[in-house]
Structures are given as C-alpha cells and as structure tokens.
C-alpha cells in the first residue's frame, strides 16, 4: 500500500466510523437516557481502541481454525512434519503461547472496555440534551467532545501501570508466538531439504562482517593516503 | 421519531459528498514528492545518501560554516522541505548557508544488522568528513532533528573537534521523564524477542506513533478536515503532511533494538552509561555552543525530555528555544516557520562572527589571511 492510499484508506475509516456513530447518535438522540445510547457509544469506542491497537501490533497468524476464547489443549491437533521430538516441542509450545496470547488479549480487552465504559460516562455528564436536530455543524460540535471525553479516558488508562504490563505482555507474546512459529516451520521446511529464514539471517550476518572489514580497510587506506600527500 | 431518518439521511449525504471530494484529491495528489528545493547527491553510501541544496539564487553565502541535517532513522526527512513556504531548509538557504541533509534511505532485511554504531561512527562520520574535505574546513554545523539529535549528540561527544555548533531539535535527551508515554510504553518490551524477529514494520511504527492518543489522530483530525474543503492551500498541506505521516520506513532491527534498550529502558545517555564502538558517550565532551530547540506541546518528545540538556553538557554557550507547537508542528506550523529559522540562522551567524573575532584575537595574520 502506498503512502498516498494508506492516508486516503485513514481517512476513509475516520469517515465511516463517525458516520457510524453519527447513525448512533441520530437513532438515540429520542431516547438519550436509555441504556442503548451509553452502550452503543461504548461499543463504538472499544472497536476504534481495538482497531488502532492490531494496526500498531499486529496479529499472530494462526494457520489452522482456532476456536476464539477456549482454552487450549497442549494435545490439540498440531502435528508436526517431522516426527522428531524437536518439533513436537515446538509445536506444544506454540500450543502454550497461542493460549497465553488469547489470555492476554482478553485483559487488554478488559482495559479497553473499561475505558470506553469510562469515556461515555464523561460525554452523557458533559452532553447535556441532544439537539432535536442534528447537522453537520451540531454534528461535529459532539463529535468534538466525544473525542475530548474519550482522550481524557485514554490517557488515564494509557498511564496505568497494570495497563502498561498487560499491552507489553501482548505485544511480547505475539513476538514469542511468530518466533515460535517460525522456528517450527524451519523445522519443517529442513526436513523438506529447502533453505530456511535462519540460514538466510546467517549469510547476511557473513556478509555485513565482510563490509565492515572492507569500509575499516577502505577508511585505513584513505588516511594512509591522506598522510603521505601530506608528507610530500 | 418519525422524522429522524429523513434528517440523518441528509446529513449522511453531505457528509458523504465532502468525503468523496477529500478521498479524490488525496489519490490525486499522490505523486512522489521528497521536498520543494533543489538538490544534488554528492555522497552515497550503502543506502544512505548525502544530499546538498542548491543556493538560492541572489542570496550572499553567510560565512557560517556548511550545515550538516541529521533527521531521525524514523520517516523521511523531506518534512523539513515540504513546501516553500514550509521549509526549514529552504529558509537556512535563504540565509546564505549551505545546507547538507542526510537521507537513511529505506532499509530492508539485508540491513537488519546495522547497529548504532554503524549509523554513528559509521555513516555519520563518513557524511562529515565527506563535508569537511569538500570545503576544505575542519568543522561544520550540526542540526539533529528528534532521534537524529540523539544520535548528532553522540556524535558530537565522541567527535566534539568536528562540530563547531550543535543545534538540537525535538531531541529526547532525558528519556524517562513524567509524562513521556512511548517510554512508559516502551520499559516493559522484550527487545532481543523483538530483534530476533527482523526489522521493524514501518507500518507499524506508525500506528504506534498515532496510538498515542488515538482518538484525535486516528480520528478526530480528518472529521476536522471536512470543514477545510473551501480552503485548498489548507487542504494540501494536510495532504502532504499525511503522506509524510504514512511514509515510514522500516527499522533496521538490531540499531531499534539499542536505541530502545539503551536510551528509552536504560536512560543510558543521562546516565553517562553509553558507549558506542567502545567509547564512553559522555555528554560533558560536549563543549561546543549548543542551541536547543523544542516544542511546549511536544506528545512524542517531552519538552521535559529535550530540556534535561540544560546543566548536563559540558559547554558554557547553551541557549534553549521554546516554540508553542506540537512535534510535526515544529516542522510545518507557520507559528514554527516564522520563529525557528531565523532564531538558527541568527545564532550561526553570531557564533561565525564569534570565530572570525577569536581568530583575529590568537592571531591577527592568520585570521587576516583566512579571511
């Protein structure tokens, strides 16, 4: 994607989020104290938190079906290409990190409803009554608050020690998880006498030694050259 | 109730047609741009590329010395020449010095094992002494821009003959100060999970930098930008400063990995714990005249961060500029361009007189026939 398409495609799910939430707020305005006014904003506020966290952290891949929140079995179907006992090692380990990763997503989750929870409350205190008509003027003016609400809530839970860990423990799992990943699919690839990421890595570390050496060798020269003109 | 559906339908509509309008003119306005003013490459190395910009024309060169740009390894530095009227570089041309930026370039995996080291002692010095050799001078200026000022920091301690003046902009020095949230952020990550991973996605990077506070930026500022479809001049400049935004290049994976380890986890700069290429970073080798420049409103760099340079340097000529903008708004904002070029090419300008005076004071034959 390019720079001009991925600010374009920003744009685009900016727009259609307010114009979802706009819907929100013109099929509410009628029944503003009602629990679905406060429980749609909050909805909305938690997909908007949950979006920009994937976009900054990315999703492990999960290449068979995994049935979302169940806990997992270190026996469930993983089976490994080579029968030896290093890759059903790390096909049981991914089997654990896939588990702790869905754990820890679903506390983040906890922080970010708890959050949109919080910043709805702000906006319905500090709202007032909905205008009887809305317009893009009017609209905005809302929309503004709602986000000023909204920040404010962020950045208290943003702060948070506990909310600190538990994002960290997310992203370092996911980490873990992909690492894990990887390594049981060179086990599978050698086994498969095809060339693996690791053995890439090697010969790209092989070769930045050699253009060191070469960039010291050339830097050596250029100073030897420089001394003797000057000596002459 | 009734009537409800036949409001939020025209409403929808307009804002629809607003939306449709802004996307076309984003897609239109697409075409590749690195910067307004013109420039010849004069040093390549690897992936990284000296640039000098062209003189205006009828400008008198200033006797400062050659102004050396060191942007961040994050985005693209084209933000400092994003349109004429926006263009911290093209106002240092316009007051006669001559201007040399470097560009990282775009690393790939076949980079993932550049450390600090070989962008400090290694691509930086070479840009340097590239500089030197050409005009014939033993030193040059020093701008280093948010992360590039951290590393023009470094530099200019382990390489303090080089520098004549440092001038830092948006620079974190003190990375552990109230309020920084990427640090916060950034204590509890496992970095060596993350080197062995690769490079950093610049995708990513991005969506970090915007999470920060993710409804105003994610959000808020294109809902804003629908009020601004009667005002082209506005709206382009949103646009090339979105695209700036999005234009991030991946991070090589071992030099992310020391820059977060050492100075945001470890604070190893403020700590005097940092070395590179097995010297000691200290920042009391830093005796040169420094300008520090930062912004009050500042989410990515604290001003907290940049101002904790005060007392911690070595030199006796420190002078802070606080600008009342954010961190791109020291870039782009017309508050930035009115204030900031001028306050840099003023202080360059005193301290070159400073050197002519002190030359004619150790030796007036000498200095005569420099001059």
Known sequence: MDNATSAEAAFKSA??????????????????????FGAQLTAE???WLRESFSAMAGTPVFPWPWPTGTPVSPSASLHPVSSNSGAAGSAQRIMKLTEQWFQAQAQLAGFWSNMAQSATEKFIAQVGLLPPELDLHNATTLYDLLISCAEEAHAQMANCEKYVAARALLINTTAELTL???????????ALGLPSRSDIEAIQADLSVLKRALQANQTRSRRNKRKSGRSR | VSKRPVEFDGLWLELSRRAVEVG????????????????????RQDKTVLYRYLPLPFIRGSRAHPVLICYALVNRPYILDLQPDRSLIRALLAAGLEVYLIDWGRPDSGDRMLSLDDYISGYLDGFVRHILERHGVEKLNLIGVCQGGTLSLCYASLHSKQVANLITMVTPVDFQTEGNLLSKWAQHLDMDLMQRLGNISGTQLTALFLSLRPFRLGQQKYVNLLDQLNDPAALEMFLRVENWVFDSPDQPAQATAEFVKWFYQENRLVRATLSIAGRRVDLKAVRMPVLNVFATGDHIVPPASSMALRGRIGSVDYSELAVDTGHIGMYVSLRAQAIVPAKISRWLAERACSDIKSLLTISPCCAATNL
Do not use: N
């Not at chain 1, 894990?180 to 050698?190: G, I, K, T």
């Open chain 2, 24 to 43: 076309e003119k984003l897609r239109r306005d697409s075409a590749d741009q690195e910067g307004c003013s013109l420039r010849e490459a004069v040093w």
């Open chain 1, 180 to 190: 894990e990943q990887r390594s049981y699919m060179e086990m599978c690839a050698r």
């Open chain 1, 15 to 36: 727009i259609d989020r307010f114009g979802q939430l706009l819907r929100s707020l013109t099929s509410c305005a009628v029944s503003q104290g009602s629990p679905t």
């Open chain 1, 45 to 47: 506020l938690e997909r």
